[in-house]
């Protein structure tokens, strides 16, 4: 990662699942993925059985609600307010390690990303999860899986796949933009 973009992604905010290599990427911001969250979740409360992950999941639902709502809100929009001090009240709520170890690991992660939680209510342009980036990376998988591997023409690939999926994502017409960009990659010829 580092290799292909030393600066990081300092014009983007990255939505992901936790994972550290993700998270410690150098960005304009961060979003925690929100279906991966409700997923855990839901675990949580299957297991665990805590009336903390049942409220907190309540109140994930309520933000993406809001963001149905409307695509952005304001920071002193009463709203987003009053989710940003019920979740402060939820993240402050002690459990117990021993009833509920993996509820309490959920919890810290939560305190420690707090800032990472609801970016997408703030900004347009953000979702509140990163299944368009997970069906992006789609191709190539089944690309691999039926071909086994790529021999050569791994990097074309790559480049003609994230620019038609960008177009498809801006709804741009494929065929005009690869027209464009065949255009301006033929060198001029007197």
Same mark, same amino acid.
């Not at 409700?38 to 059985?49: D, F, Q, V």
């Not at 933000?63 to 952005?72: G, I, M, S, V």
């Not at 307010?81 to 009240?89: A, F, R, T, W």
């Given at each position: 990662m580092k290799s292909v973009f030393p600066n990081g992604f300092i014009n983007a905010i990255l939505n992901s699942d936790r994972w550290r290599p993700q998270i410690n990427t150098n960005a304009k911001g961060h979003q925690l993925c929100f279906a991966h969250l409700?997923?855990? /979740?839901?675990?949580?409360?299957?297991? @665990? *059985?805590t009336l903390w992950a049942v409220q907190i999941k309540q109140l994930f639902m309520s933000?993406?609600?809001?963001?149905?709502?409307?695509?952005?809100y304001a920071r002193d929009d009463l709203n987003v307010?009053?989710?940003?001090?019920?979740?402060? /009240?939820l993240l402050a709520?002690?459990? @117990? *390690?021993?009833?509920?170890?993996k509820t309490l690991n959920f919890l810290e992660s939560m305190i420690e990303f707090r800032g990472y939680i609801f970016p997408f209510l703030y900004h347009a342009e953000i979702p509140p999860d990163n299944n368009g980036s997970e069906r992006a990376i789609r191709n190539i998988k089944v690309k691999q899986k039926i071909s086994g591997q790529f021999k050569t023409g791994h990097e074309s690939f790559a480049v003609l796949r994230s620019i038609i999926d960008t177009c498809i994502k801006n709804n741009a017409d494929v065929f005009e933009v690869l027209k464009l960009i065949s255009q301006l990659s033929i060198p001029a010829t007197e």
């Open positions: 409700l997923r855990e /979740l839901l675990y949580l409360i299957e297991s @665990e *059985k933000a993406l609600d809001l963001k149905k709502q409307c695509p952005q307010v009053e989710m940003e001090s019920i979740l402060d /009240l709520e002690p459990l @117990e *390690k021993a009833k509920t170890p």
